[in-house]
């Protein structure tokens, strides 16, 4: 049995709660939408089926900034349900506008700590595959510790995901990518679909800042594992 210890008491956090401005359209998206799409956080088990209104592949992102990649994806994806977490409002609300102008049934939102929403609302093989994309560097050596990706977290994470399920992080911070080919590696329910890094996923789009950085000449990391039947 994995041992989740570190994660059942207080943790570090891998995020900082910004005052970020909240626009109008924001804020009335979550007044209006939040109810209809959004799922309040929990300490007990969530049935993803009945969240969904259907039995379908499940994706969960952590992470998933302003929302753009993930509207995209599930717009490209009616045949997923995706659970996208995100503890900032102005991001939640911009994602709910997104929901609402395409017209995108298959998303449901918790704005919530990722490492509580694992450890207390998610079954253990209930996910089909897990996007974390750009993930905050922490650039500064000092603040590596603040890191989502660590071994205590990735072994609680691959609980979650069903055998043959994937993991797919990607990254434009080397030493990043680096760290998260080592985790990722070493935790033994996961193998690597490349050989170190992989080709960038079709599903996944490009932001318009990571065009930018690829024009500059800054690198982006991908790293897909599978969990192992």
């Not at 079954?123 to 905050?136: N, R």
Request: glycine share 6%; charged share 25%; with cysteine.
């Amino acid at each position: 049995m994995t041992d989740t210890t570190d994660l059942s008491k207080r943790h570090i956090r891998s995020y900082v709660l910004r005052q970020g401005r909240v626009s109008p359209a924001q804020q009335r998206a979550c007044d209006t939408l939040l109810p209809r799409f959004g799922i309040p956080y929990a300490a007990q088990p969530l049935d993803l089926a009945q969240a969904f209104g259907r039995d379908a592949p499940k994706i969960l992102e952590i992470g998933f900034g302003m929302g753009d990649s993930t509207a995209t994806i599930a717009l490209a994806h009616p045949e997923n349900d995706y659970l996208a977490l995100e503890v900032h409002t102005p991001g939640v609300g911009n994602l709910l506008k997104l929901i609402d102008l395409q017209q995108i049934p298959n998303i449901r939102i918790i704005q919530h700590d990722a490492v509580e929403v694992l450890r207390d609302m998610l079954g253990d093989a209930t996910l089909d595959g897990v996007h974390i994309f750009f993930p905050d560097p922490w650039h500064k050596a000092r603040h590596n510790k603040r890191r989502l990706i660590q071994a205590p977290f990735v072994a609680q994470l691959v609980q979650k995901i069903k055998p043959g399920g994937y993991i797919h992080v990607a990254t434009d911070w080397q030493d990043y990518a680096e760290q998260v080919l080592a985790v990722l590696s070493a935790e033994p329910l996961l193998e690597n679909t490349a050989a170190d890094y992989a080709p960038r996923p079709a599903y996944r789009p490009l932001t318009k800042f990571e065009k930018r950085g690829i024009n500059l000449g800054h690198g982006v990391w991908d790293l897909v594992f599978k969990r192992r039947s």
